[in-house]
Antibody, heavy 118, light 110 residues
Framework: QVQLVQSGAEVKKPGASVKVSCKAS????????INWVRQATGQGLEWMGW????????GYAQRFQGRVVMTRNITISTAYMELNSLTSEDTAVYFC???????????WGQGTLVTVSS | QSVLTQPPSASGTPGQRVTISCSGG????????VYWYRQFPGTAPKLLIY???QRPSGVPDRFSGSKSGTSASLAISGLRSEDEGDYYC???????????FGGGTELTVL
């Protein structure tokens, strides 16, 4: 079955960077975009951007431009999201999600808690 | 503040029919598909409705979606206790060139 498994929780200091991984299985990794969505505690969902595993092309939400980088390693079917210059406002659970075109985000990772604290 | 507007809470008793609304504008709901996701505490969201009214396999037909103009709604009939959770509407926004989210509706089954 389709599965996205994310890396474990991280604790970072302000100004640091974090890199979250998302390993796909059960489908052809190249065939679907990976999106990243985050959720601060008790808050709603916030879209961060997308990455096409086939081409490596990316698109980022305006508020993260210049601070986020989404990459992939096709050989191990893994997508990555790196967020730089962290502040306390980046404390959130980060989700990867597989975009199946007009069918929406049909599979999600379990989420990775990133805590930014001095 | 979310681009799409949902009521923060909704409730119903077992067996009832509940509707959750999602209001947007011409750049999102009116011109693009609406999606609905449900999220239980501590877990990832799960797709309930895609392309306004389509159900993924495995989603019971108690769940239905509709769209009219700049608004959409999710209806849940035959309410069950396991339907409790947070429901989010999402639609692409042409002005933002990004998905727009509703703020989420917490459904309680009384």
């Amino acid at each position: 079955q389709v599965q996205l498994v994310q890396s474990g929780a991280e604790v970072k200091k302000p100004g640091a960077s974090v890199k979250v991984s998302c390993k796909a299985s059960g489908y052809t990794f190249n065939s679907y975009e990976i999106n990243w969505v985050r959720q601060a505690t008790g808050q709603g969902l916030e879209w961060m951007g997308w990455m096409n595993p086939n081409s490596g092309n990316t698109g980022y939400a305006q508020r993260f431009q210049g601070r986020v980088v989404m990459t992939r390693n096709i050989t191990i079917s893994t997508a990555y999201m790196e967020l730089n210059s962290l502040t306390s406002e980046d404390t959130a659970v980060y989700f990867c999600a597989r975009l199946a075109g007009d069918s929406g985000w049909t599979a999600w990772g379990q989420g990775t808690l990133v805590t930014v604290s001095s | 503040q979310s681009v799409l507007t949902q009521p923060p809470s909704a409730s119903g008793t077992p067996g009832q029919r509940v509707t959750i609304s999602c209001s947007g504008g011409s750049s999102n709901i009116e011109s693009n598909y609406v999606y609905w996701y449900r999220q239980f505490p501590g877990t990832a969201p799960k797709l309930l409705i895609y392309m306004n009214s389509q159900r993924p396999s495995g989603v019971p037909d108690r769940f239905s979606g509709s769209k009219s103009g700049t608004s959409a709604s999710l209806a849940i009939s035959g309410l069950r206790s396991e339907d409790e959770g947070d429901y989010y509407c999402v639609a692409w926004d042409d002005s933002l060139s990004a998905p727009a989210f509703g703020g989420g509706t917490e459904l309680t089954v009384l």
